[in-house]
Every structure is written in structure tokens, then in C-alpha cells.
């Protein structure tokens, strides 16, 4: 007979009676006990051999709160043809709303829905819906039905056409399905040979001292469990920065040491040093709402630069001034260059610090920025996005210098294996260049645009000399490095995924 703990003992005598094979929540409801109880049991039972321990990941699906209501009330496209069904054929969409009791927010998505799935065609001129068929119950609704039974249900369960299905309401933001570990206790044979001789609950035994023990001498009769420095435990996870803020702390430092000093700057930005310094045209197609965002109140807002430099840009829009251009001919507005607008990109720091009157000559300058574009969301973009801007002032300075500045970003700072660079066009540089780069088992990929800062943008500032100048997309930077492919996963709430993920 074999002596085992009476945790033990009735765990592995409910595995035996499931079968020899059950899941820690079929356990939980058969031996009574608490599930830490069972875990720790399993583990005990693992190290003897008398269980084996697997797990299995399997996707839960489960109601949100819009989910529930729908469950219980109908699908609102269903709740919407069921009314129409009993007023007759046709009618208007205010009746048959009133008919079914269709709550406001709901309205679009049912017009929607009823149409898409062809029960019903509306008429906007006379806001009516014409009925085509009356529909039998569909799959869908039988699937909410079912999850606001179960509560949740793992999708591994379920039907072919219930798993299609299950994708379509979790679009509709109705379902959550969320990724969870199962774990299965199976006997082995030495397990089963353990039962046929019978087992025996051992001494009860302690896991500490406790002061009564103690005072009333108790201890010398108790056994104490004994410690094994080898079993498993659970998975402790210490605090620590973000990944990617610790990428952007390596970043800084590195651009420290090699004597660079941080810009800062507004998020809130006016047109003056987002566009009108950097020598854009105030009819460029950047500044339209589909290129940027405008603040809404208040609309304008005052440009913090000398007068001189205001009229010193003014002048070079219109008719080039003094720096050798003809300007781009049109009367500069300075109702326009106060618009307020949120920063669309890094630049507008570097002509605020060519601006300052403790700009250092020689000098070497760097900002990380967030920027704000209306972008189409996908894996490459973002409608927030991050840069690393930076200049370099100095005489004699030359596309060269500015080239191995890139070069050194791309190899040290983003692990590249190589790069490559291609002319590029920019209204406030020239030459200007995109920098491109590589690395085994990634790609290629663009980190975006340099160059030297044109006449037009430095003599209205007061700076006579060259100026090197990025703009560089630093989550980009960021993703080569560390081998990710979707620009949205550096900003994910997978806590997971932050937490494993090291240092690159």
C-alpha cells in the first residue's frame, strides 16, 4: 500500500473514476477541492510518476455586454424584419422602429445588416423598407443563444459553421475570444498500478512553525513536509520598463555619447513652424485635412518667433528674398502661418532650435517626437507614429557627413546588415535622401527621409552655413531590430508579450 497526502490521494482517485484522464476544472467538481489544491496535488503526483500533465491552448469565446443584450432581445436586424413581418410588406423605417422597440444606437447596424443579408431594400427618399423574404432563423443568433447559455464555450468545440460564424460577431464587436491554456491529468501505469495496491494517507504534515505549534510543543509530534528545491513553480514576473521605452532609452544614450543635445518642442503646433519655416507653400496638398490634423477650438494661436524671422519667411515664400530663389509667387497669409495644428512631423523642433539664441555652432541636436497624421491604419502605419529628429550645424559640412550619419543609425542603433540610399524629394531640403535598410531574415525596410536644409529655410533663421537634417520613423527602427513585422504589436496590451519579451 502506498502512502500518498490526502490532496493526493483524492485527486488521483478522481482522475481514476473520470477515466484516467480529465481537465483540472472536471477535477475541481468531482474531489471538491480548490483548484490550487488540485494544481499543487497534479504536481506532486507528476514527480512521484503516478500522473503525466499536458496542456492544450484552446481559443474561449465568450459575450460582451452588446452580445448579451442581443442574445436576450434578437440580433437587431432580426428584432427590425420581425416588425416589418407583422406590419405587413412595407412600411416606414420610423413604424416599423417604434414596432420593434429598436433602441436609437442600434438603428444603422440593423438598416445595415437587414440589407446586406437581402431580407429587405430601403428607400432613402421615402424611408421606407420593402420586405424580400422572411427569413428563418440563422446561424448567428443561434450562436448567441448558445454562449448566453454556457456562458463561454471554446471554439475547438464547435461546428465548422459555427466557428465561421464566430468571426463575423466578433467583427461586429459582439464576442471576445481570448486564448486560454487547458490542463489535462492523465494516469500512467505506474499510477494505475498505485491504485490496484491501495493507498494510504500519510502523517499529517506541516509546511512551517507557527507560534502555537511552538508554545504548546505540538511540533515535536508533526511531520514536515519535505522541501524539494527542484519542483515548479509558478511563473513570477518582476516590473520593468516597456520594451520598446527601453529601445528608445538605448537610442538616447547612444545619440548622447556622440555629443548630441535633445530639442523639445509643442505637440499643439502652429502652420508657421510646421510648414511656413520649412519653406512648404500654404496651398501644398500636405495641409489639408487628409494630411493633417487641425485644431478645432481654438483654430489659431500666436507663432513665438522674432518679427524679423516672420517677414524674413514671408518674403522668401513670395518672392524668394534673399536666398537666391524666386520664392513660390503668391501673397503669404499670417492668418494662415497662426493655424493650429497638431504636429505632423519631427522637423518643426529643429527650425524652433535654429531659432534659439543658445544655438551652438558648432552643434548636434536630436528629438523623439510623436506625430500625428490621419493615416489609413495598417501594419506599416499608424495614425500616431514616432521619429527621431535630428540636425547637425556646422561649416563645410557636406552629403558625405550626412550619409554616414544614416549609415551609423541603421548598422549600430537598428542592428541593419546593410543599407542603401535613394534621392528623394522634400520642399525643405536638397539634396535630399531616403535611407533604406537590411537585415537577414527581415527585409528590407524604409525608416524615411534626410537631407541638407535648402537656403529657403536657414538664411530666414539667420544661419549662413549647412545644416544636416532626418526625420527617421524610430518605431520602425525599433521593429528591425527586434524582428517584428506589425508596427501595431510595439503598442499592443498583450502583457505576455511584454513580459517575455527581452532587451534586443
Not at 112 to 126: E, L, N, S, V
Not at 208 to 218: A, V
Not at 326 to 332: A, E, P, Q, S, T
Not at 336 to 349: F, Y
Request: net charge positive.
Amino acid at each position: 500500500m502506498v502512502e500518498l497526502r490526502e490532496q493526493e490521494r483524492k485527486t488521483l482517485l478522481a482522475t481514476e473514476k473520470l477515466g484516467g484522464l480529465a481537465s483540472i476544472e472536471q477535477l475541481i467538481k468531482e474531489s471538491r477541492l480548490s483548484d490550487t489544491a488540485i494544481v499543487r496535488a497534479a504536481l506532486a503526483l507528476k514527480e512521484k510518476g503516478l500522473v503525466r500533465i499536458r496542456e492544450e491552448k484552446r481559443n474561449v469565446v465568450k459575450l460582451n455586454e452588446e452580445g448579451k443584450i442581443h442574445a436576450e432581445k434578437g440580433l437587431p436586424e432580426r428584432r427590425l424584419i420581425n416588425a416589418l413581418s407583422k406590419i405587413g410588406t412595407k412600411a416606414t423605417l420610423e413604424r416599423i422602429v417604434e414596432k420593434a422597440k429598436l433602441e436609437k444606437q442600434f438603428i444603422p447596424i440593423a438598416l445595415g445588416w437587414i440589407q446586406r443579408k437581402k431580407w429587405a431594400t430601403f428607400d432613402a427618399k421615402t424611408n421606407t423598407l420593402q420586405m424580400l423574404k422572411k427569413p428563418e432563423e440563422e446561424i448567428d443568433g443561434k450562436l448567441l443563444k448558445l454562449l448566453n447559455e454556457k456562458s463561454e464555450g471554446a471554439v475547438e468545440d464547435l461546428g465548422l459553421e459555427f466557428k465561421e460564424t464566430i468571426q463575423v460577431l466578433k467583427r461586429r464587436k459582439l464576442v471576445e475570444v481570448e486564448e486560454k491554456t487547458r490542463r489535462i491529468i492523465e494516469v500512467t501505469e505506474e499510477g494505475w498500478d498505485t491504485i490496484k495496491r491501495g493507498i494510504a494517507v500519510s502523517a499529517e504534515e506541516i509546511t512551517q512553525l507557527t507560534p502555537e505549534l511552538i508554545i504548546s510543543g505540538k511540533w515535536r509530534k508533526m511531520k514536515l513536509q519535505r522541501y524539494n528545491i527542484q519542483a515548479s513553480v509558478a511563473k513570477t514576473w518582476s516590473g520593468k520598463k516597456h520594451p520598446y521605452l527601453q529601445f528608445l532609452d538605448e537610442v538616447k544614450e547612444k545619440l548622447v555619447t556622440l555629443g548630441f543635445k535633445e530639442m523639445l518642442g509643442p505637440t499643439v503646433e502652429t502652420s508657421f513652424f510646421n510648414f511656413d519655416a520649412l519653406y512648404m507653400p500654404q496651398d501644398h496638398p500636405a495641409r489639408e485635412i487628409f494630411g493633417i490634423y487641425l485644431v478645432k477650438s481654438p483654430k489659431y494661436g500666436g507663432i513665438d518667433a522674432d518679427r524679423r524671422v516672420l517677414l524674413n519667411v514671408k518674403e522668401t515664400h513670395e518672392n524668394g528674398w534673399k536666398t537666391g530663389s524666386i520664392g513660390w509667387r503668391y501673397r503669404y497669409s499670417l492668418k494662415e502661418a497662426k493655424r493650429l495644428i497638431l504636429r505632423g512631423h519631427g522637423t518643426c523642433q529643429s527650425v524652433r532650435t535654429l531659432l534659439r539664441k543658445d544655438l551652438e555652432i558648432p552643434g548636434r541636436y536630436f528629438s523623439f517626437v510623436r506625430c500625428y497624421r490621419p493615416e489609413v491604419v495598417d501594419k506599416t502605419h499608424l495614425t500616431e507614429f514616432n521619429q527621431v529628429e535630428g540636425i547637425v550645424v556646422d561649416k563645410d559640412l557636406t552629403l558625405r557627413d550626412l550619409l554616414g550619419v544614416l549609415e551609423k543609425f541603421a548598422i549600430d542603433i537598428a542592428g541593419a546588415d546593410k543599407v542603401k540610399f535613394k534621392p528623394d524629394y522634400f520642399p525643405f531640403t536638397e539634396p535630399s535622401v531616403e535611407l533604406n535598410a537590411y537585415r537577414e531574415g527581415y527585409g528590407w525596410v524604409e525608416f524615411g527621409g534626410s537631407g541638407i536644409f535648402r537656403p529657403e529655410v536657414t538664411l530666414p533663421a539667420g544661419i549662413d552655413m549647412p545644416v544636416l537634417a532626418w526625420g527617421l520613423g524610430v518605431d520602425r527602427l525599433y521593429m528591425l531590430k527586434a524582428g517584428i513585422d506589425d508596427i501595431r504589436q510595439i503598442f499592443t496590451q498583450d502583457l505576455d508579450w511584454i513580459r517575455r519579451k527581452e532587451m534586443v
